[in-house]
């Protein structure tokens, strides 16, 4: 029944996306005959090969970077008393509210030629230190720290619900804090970081904005620019290469679920939520935790602090020319005050709002369900793993066509309205839900589930009652990072919202196209507080009713 | 048929006939019109008509690619000063949006829009065969150049396009003044253009093509390819001025004329370089099949076309396509003719003859 649901929603934009691949499109839209071209034309077009390489080497590099990183953190922030690890999470939570692409702009504002970087390089070491951040390791390092929020999210919520007292005897036994680490921890946190590397590999796969904003300007393409390149300068909608793009990494999205479902198969071993009571205990690194703080602190200015600062700095000027110290007394309220003026941004706020939550509290428990049945192997839940997971490989602007064709031709009035929005922003998303969902059902041992039901309870009240409190760490997490991600969604919402459904990420899109990278910032920082401010009373909701299991 | 029977038709024949004379010659109320007889109408009661039946529709709803806060809101509240009887709606998406949202309401028969407004979206929907001629007496006003014969669309708004540069960077005796500056060896690898827009490599492209004639061009494009132009691939031509206010880039190619005036207004160090032809587009207006309150749609094209909507537009520093409506004062450095340079006028036929083509030659030389 569940598979049932999951069909409705996914089945259509995939079948618009095959047939997208596979139709030609005409003029108005319509399709047209049947074609080969387009996978043709992306496995033998000119630059091909050097674009696969270039992206298997950018989707490579940005996964370890992000997971490393954020790995790295979230062992520090849960499993020692490093003072001042709270902060990590505001930190997550400011990356994450930064729009994306604004992100990405900030990180080419410190490391462009005219950036603090560069400036700092030539007054030292002279012209011949200058860094090119238009080039393979500029986008790789981009978007890896752009992921960090995401991996960091993942492996806190696994790490704090798995049992230290297989550390603790480890290090009875005499293991360092480092060896434990290394051979208990990480071992403990497996299934996250497996369900990390697809979600990372498989996005960077699909990754545009960095790669358009970072790579083409150096000349580097990956598939992604490779394709936009080839297909939209007509400014016609012709998204069959995309789409078959799309197709193609739909297989091995369908390859690699395969793969980690034969290896979650060996479960048990990361099953340390059991019946015999567990408590994530905190381990006391004495001296060494200043150094730890350290990392920390210095984690905490690469991801967020310093776009932070470089986008709060541009908001203040009037139009931007690197860090001179001319700029500082050009300091300027302006860009605020257009933005607070008169207009569409205040009206769209509370749309924004409801899009956000309803989108994560229907996909987080729904993918929490799905997870569980994939988990524990029930019957049909390896298909809705696959079918969850299927919208990653969806470009955005393809999954918002084949919504809009969808509601426009539906009997009911579902067009134009805020919950086709959601509906499609909830697909979307779902593939995240899932990944966090089931990362945190791997480390929840059968024998609860089991002890519940031959007490003589139904399933769904097992699930309701013993699984889904025990998820709640990584539900939380779940909830937050899609809330985040939603709100920000501009290219799926595009095509979907019409007079009176505005939101903000689209009306803001507006000043994208036509505003100066000032008033982006403005906007940028304006937008980072509303989201701070909102994950603070998200906080403070889950801390009231205690939803979050310690 | 008895003789009788055969006056008695004759009589009621005639009967009719003088009836439905006498009712002809009664004043009608509203005779219903077709729809496309009320976009086409051009008889002396057109304003009273449309009035009449806007009061009836009571809705219009427009998509279109201003700027919201600027020109979009504005207009749509005078609009609604104007004719309070009419609730006017309004969806702002970029062109490439507009046209596929409107092309998947016109073939789900889900018809939201009214009137369309864009630039490049009018093109895209009238090869899609989704737009209708209408005809608003505003278009009297604009200069025949920038009409279309057909009576499918209508200008709403100019674009001027040119070179922007960085006046830290370039100095005042080295400013490439024509194209062929451009080919200076010193500006190799200092030079960007925006791709992936119909407005950038390919007008650029199709600009000189139409103004030089095809061989001329091409072994134009083939020595500039040499010049190895930066690739711009994300964000708008506004988002590349920045770049070049920055100093990422020297030069930047056929951008938005207006913007790097707005910027030095305020102090930046770049300037705007028209160089002759100029390329100049339109916005263009247009109707869809089908649509659904044909009087208030027209009534906010006049309007648009208005004085009043045309200084609205001018004051959010658009171009306005009506010669009576005062030009913005900061941006009117780059009108053509103003400034002694020739523009060239790339209008719907022609953007529809040569784009393709024009960025097969991008494909080609300059990837």
Redesign the interface.
Known sequence: MLILVLLILILPPTLFLIKVSIFTT?????FGDFTLRYYQQLFTGR?FFSALTNTAIYAIGSAVIAILLGTIQAIIVERTDTPGRGWVFLGAIISLGIPHVLYTVAWL?IL???GPLNGLLLSAFGPQSVINVYSMWGMTLIEGVGFVPLTFLLMSSVLRSTDASFEEAAMMSGARPIKTFWTITLRMGLPGIMALLLLVFIRAFESF?VP??VG??G?INVLT?NI???S??????DYGQSGAYSVCLLLIVVGLLYWYNRLSGHAHQYQTITGKGYRPRVIKLGRLRYVTSAILALMFMLVTGLPLIMLVFTSLQ?????VTPESFS?FTLDNYR?LM????FRDSISNTLILGASTSTFVVPFTALCAWMAARRKPGGWLLDQIATAPLVMPAIVMS?AF??VF??LPIPL??TLLSVILASSVRFMPYGMRYAYAGVLQIHKELEEASMSSGAKQGNTFLRIVLPLLSASMVSSWLFIFLLAVQAVSLP??L????TEIVA??LF?L??????TELASMGITWVSLMVVVSACFHMVTRRYQIMAS | MDRNSMRSEKLSGLGLALMMGATMMLPLPALSLTTEEILNYRGPDREQILLEGAKKEGQVTLYCALIVNQALKPISDAFAKKYPFIKIAYWRADSEDIAAKLMAEVKANNLQADLVEGTGVGEMVIQAGLVQPYYTPMIEQVPQKYRDPAGIWTPTRLSYFSVAYNTKLVPPDDVPKTYEDLLDPKWKGKISWRIGSASGTSLFITNLRMAWGEEKARAYFEKLAAQKIVNFGSGSARTLVDRVIAGEYPIALNIFAHHPFISKAKGAPVNSQLMEPVATTAGTMVVPKGVKHPHASMLLADFILSKEGQTILSKAEYFPVRPDVEINETIKGVVPNLMGKTENFVGSEQLNKYTASSEEIYQNLFR
């Open positions: 005409k003029a108005d839209g319509s630059f504002l462009g030629r005219s904005e358009a904003l083409l300007a000349n620019t936009y390149q080839s939209k300068g007509t400014g016609a909608m009037p139009f931007y020319e690197g050009r257009i003026g008169p207009g569409s066509v809009l064709y426009v031709n067009y134009g595009l095509l919202v019409g007079p009176g689209v009306t507006d994208w196209q036509n505003g100066q990278v």
